[in-house]
């Protein structure tokens, strides 16, 4: 019953969408573009992230490494 409900909903307004003609869609690539940057960003923005997390665990590694060099009584060959 409801799918029905949603179904009736959808296609009453398909019917009052309005058809546009090729050349009226420039404004579409403007969307498009904005969406594209907003990708390219989140993109960017996860980058910086792997590039946190890598600095991070190279951090915390040469700490460890420098921990168990300079602790007493490990003797390194």
């Not at 909903?9 to 573009?33: N, Y």
């Not at 996860?46 to 003797?75: N, R, W």
């Amino acid at each position: 019953m409801v799918i029905g409900v949603l179904l009736r909903r959808m296609i009453v307004m398909l019917g009052r969408v309005e058809r546009v003609a090729v050349r009226d869609l420039r404004m579409m690539r403007g969307f498009f573009m904005i969406a594209a940057l907003g990708v390219l960003r989140g993109f960017a923005m996860m980058l910086g992230g792997v590039v946190v997390m890598v600095g991070g665990f190279f951090v915390v590694f040469v700490d460890v490494v420098t921990a168990h060099y300079f602790s007493p009584g490990v003797k390194l060959s």
